[in-house]
C-alpha cells in the first residue's frame, strides 16, 4: 500500500487541534494512490482527508491551493485546503507539507461507460471556462513536452526494439509539433484526469481529487490525457460511443478550434508519452517496494494504437 508515511495517533491528534474540528474519532491510511501518503480522517464535525506530498513539486503547494479555492469558488465539485483557526492552510507533518481537505463522497468507477464519461468530459469543460485566457494561474508542468524528450532519450535504451522504434517515433512527432502544442489555447489543466480520480455515486460524477499534476497548459491536452483512460478498451483501442460522448459534452461548453482538431492525433499520442514514461520511472525507482505501481505497458499499447486516430474531433471556427 503507498502510505510512505505512518502516523501514530498522538502526532495527528495534534496536528488536527488547530482546525477545531471536533476530537479525532478515527483514521485510516488510504491503499490507493501511488504518488503521496494520505488518510481518511474522521473528526466529530466530518469526514476529511490528509494528505502529506511525498514528492513532485513540494514548493508549488500554495499554487495548488490557490487554484482549488478558484474552482471551489466557481462552484466546481473538487476538494480544497481547510484552514485552521488561525486562517493557515499549508501546514507541515513530519517533514511533509500537508493538507487537510473535506472527503468528497462516493467513489472511484472501474467500467466507464458513455454516460460517465459525458460527465467527465462537462466538468473538465467548466473547470477549463473557469480558468481559461486571463483567468489562467500559471504555473509550468514538472512533466511537459521538455521532460518526455529528455526523459525519453536516456529511457529508451531499457526497452526492446519494438518499443524502441515506437517511442522513438513520437519523440521526434514531439520535436516536429513542440511549438504548435505549446500555442494550442491554454488554461488551468488537471493534468491527470483518470478514473481513480474521479468520484462517482452511480452514474452521478460527485467530484474531482488528485491536482497536483495541475498546470497551466493546452487545454486539449487534458482533454487526450482524460480520454485515454476513460475511454480506451482493454488493448488500448478507443471506444467511439464513450469517445464521441466525452467529445461532444466538452465541445458543448468549449468548442474545439481547427488547430487542436489539426493537432488531435498528436496530441493523443503525446498524452500516451507522458504516461509511458512515468510509469516506467516509477517501475524502475519503486520495484519490490510496497507501492502501487501501474503497468507502463498499459501505454505502450495505448501509443501502439494512436498511430491511426478514427475519432475524430468534433471542431468550430
Ligand atoms: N478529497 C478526497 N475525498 C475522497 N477521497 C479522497 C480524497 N482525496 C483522496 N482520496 C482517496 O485517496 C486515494 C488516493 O488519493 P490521490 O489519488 O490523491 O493519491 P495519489 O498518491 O496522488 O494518487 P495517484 O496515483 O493518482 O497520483 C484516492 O483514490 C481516493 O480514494
Ligand atoms: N494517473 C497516473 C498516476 C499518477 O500520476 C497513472 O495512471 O500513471
Not at 29 to 34: D, E, K, P, V
Request: aromatic share 8%; hydrophobic share 45%; net charge negative.
Amino acid at each position: 500500500m503507498s502510505v510512505f508515511t505512518p502516523l501514530a495517533r498522538p502526532e495527528l491528534e495534534t496536528f488536527l487541534a488547530p482546525y477545531g474540528l471536533g476530537r479525532l474519532l478515527d483514521f485510516q491510511g488510504i491503499a490507493a494512490g501511488s504518488e503521496n501518503t494520505n488518510f481518511f480522517i474522521s473528526l466529530e464535525q466530518g469526514e476529511f482527508v490528509l494528505t502529506l506530498v511525498e514528492r513532485g513539486p513540494v514548493a508549488e503547494m500554495p499554487f495548488f491551493i490557490e487554484l482549488l479555492d478558484v474552482l471551489h469558488d466557481a462552484d466546481l465539485p473538487v476538494p480544497y485546503a481547510l484552514r485552521t483557526t488561525d486562517g493557515v492552510a499549508l501546514r507541515e507533518l513530519k517533514g511533509k507539507p500537508a493538507l487537510l481537505q473535506p472527503r468528497l463522497a462516493g467513489k472511484h468507477i472501474k467500467e466507464a461507460n458513455a454516460q460517465h464519461c459525458a460527465q467527465v468530459g462537462e466538468l473538465l469543460g467548466h473547470l477549463h471556462l473557469a480558468t481559461q485566457g486571463d483567468k489562467v494561474l500559471e504555473r509550468k508542468t514538472d512533466r511537459g513536452l521538455d521532460w518526455m524528450l529528455s526523459e525519453g532519450s536516456q529511457l529508451i535504451s531499457h526497452l526492446e526494439e519494438v518499443p524502441q522504434r515506437l517511442l522513438q517515433d513520437a519523440l521526434d512527432e514531439i520535436e516536429t509539433h513542440k511549438a504548435q502544442i505549446l500555442a494550442l489555447p491554454r488554461a488551468n489543466i488537471h493534468g491527470d484526469l483518470f478514473r481513480d480520480n474521479a468520484m462517482f455515486e452511480g452514474t452521478h460524477l460527485t467530484g474531482l481529487i488528485d491536482f497536483y499534476n495541475a498546470c497551466s497548459g493546452p487545454m486539449l491536452y487534458d482533454v487526450a490525457i482524460a480520454l485515454n483512460d476513460w475511454c480506451s478498451d482493454e488493448e488500448g483501442v478507443i471506444e467511439g460511443p464513450r469517445a464521441r460522448a466525452m467529445l461532444g459534452a466538452y465541445a458543448a461548453l468549449r468548442p474545439f478550434t481547427a488547430k487542436e482538431a489539426e493537432l488531435w492525433p498528436v496530441m493523443l499520442r503525446v498524452a500516451c508519452v507522458r504516461f509511458w514514461l512515468s510509469r516506467l520511472i516509477a517501475a524502475e525507482s519503486f520495484a519490490g517496494q510496497d507501492v502501487l505501481i501501474h503497468d507502463p505497458a498499459e501505454f505502450e499499447h495505448r501509443l501502439s494504437q494512436r498511430q491511426q486516430v478514427t475519432i475524430q474531433l468534433p471542431f468550430a471556427l
